[in-house]
Nanobody, 121 residues
Framework: QVQLVESGGGLVQAGGSLRLSCAASGSIFSINRMGWYRQAPGKERELVAHITSGGRTTYADSVKGRFTISRDNAKNTVYLEMNSLKPEDTAVYYC???????????????WGKGTLVTVSS
């Protein structure tokens, strides 16, 4: 079994910062890409950022220049540093990983349960 466990969400004022972490554990053979998605109330889940095993990053336009994604391959952990937060960043943030476990024959997509980020105005 593979688990993705997020931490670091919470309540912050507009302009503030938060750092999310997501650790992958279990029988993991390799991790290709890790990232973060978010879902605000009444909206569809959207990509925030992702990072490949080689360190190549992709960001949503709405967070470019404010959020930074990074990963520690040795710890199977991905981070999201969020600065200059806005009320519209309020959402449940989900960790995502494309990886091959000891039970898979190919890369599979795994999701965490989510962590709530609330930005007050």
């Amino acid at each position: 079994q593979v688990q993705l466990v997020e931490s670091g969400g919470g309540l912050v004022q507009a302009g503030g910062s938060l750092r999310l972490s997501c650790a992958a554990s279990g029988s993991i053979f390799s991790i290709n890409r890790m990232g973060w998605y978010r879902q605000a109330p009444g909206k569809e889940r959207e990509l925030v950022a992702h990072i490949t095993s080689g360190g190549r990053t992709t960001y949503a336009d709405s967070v470019k220049g404010r959020f930074t994604i990074s990963r520690d391959n040795a710890k199977n952990t991905v981070y999201l540093e969020m600065n200059s937060l806005k009320p519209e960043d309020t959402a449940v943030y989900y960790c995502n990983a494309v990886l091959r476990s000891g039970y898979d024959y190919s890369d599979m997509i795994y999701w965490g349960k989510g962590t709530l980020v609330t930005v007050s105005s």
